[in-house]
């Protein structure tokens, strides 16, 4: 069956598409990502508000936050953002010192103030587990995808409408 299109207009467009893939990811695909985290932050942080005693300093939800991890972005060919609390452990790195010491790879409380939000987040043996950051995008995953979706649908028209 003959092509409705020719066949220069054929190679154009398979150019164009193909020139689209770079520049999609590094003008509009990390924006969109960023748009997409918000609303898991946002979720989070509200969850969070419900069991954050006001009367101390260290406060839960302002120690919610997005980390672009480029190593997973090289793995699976794309950006990849984790969401997460800051003071997460954080392994010892492999120096003369800390060889020394016996500490490479063992893990040190790292920065931020709430190292405490594991335990409300999975439990312990004595408290059970009130979850802010897995129902955050759990409850989520429809309107992240949309936004994610959204984003990234308008950045494939700016750049197929006109030459960047």
């Known amino acids: 069956m003959p092509s409705a299109f020719p066949l220069n207009i054929k190679k154009g ?18 924006k969109a990502m960023h748009k997409g985290s918000a609303i898991v932050i946002a979720a989070a942080q509200a969850r969070a508000k419900r069991f954050d005693d006001p009367s101390t300093a260290k406060q839960v939800w302002k120690e919610i936050a997005v980390y672009t991890s480029s190593k ?8 990849a953002l984790q969401i997460g609390v800051k003071g997460g ?3 010892y790195k492999n120096t003369k ?4 010491r ?5 893990t040190y409380s790292g ?5 405490y939000w594991r335990f409300l987040e999975f439990g312990t043996s004595k408290m059970a587990a009130q979850p802010f950051m897995r129902p955050a995008l759990a409850d989520n995953v429809g309107p992240v995808t949309d936004a994610i979706t959204s984003s990234l649908n308008d950045g494939i028209t700016t750049l197929a409408s006109g030459p960047n």
């Open 89 to 91: 452990a954080v392994k």
């Open 111 to 115: 920065p931020g103030n709430v190292y």
């Open 13 to 30: 467009v398979i150019k164009k598409l193909r020139e689209l893939g770079p520049k999609l990811e590094r003008k509009y695909l990390n």
């Open 97 to 100: 010192e800390n060889r020394r």
């Open 72 to 79: 997973l972005g090289k793995e699976n060919g794309g950006v």
């Open 102 to 106: 016996k500490r490479v790879g063992k």
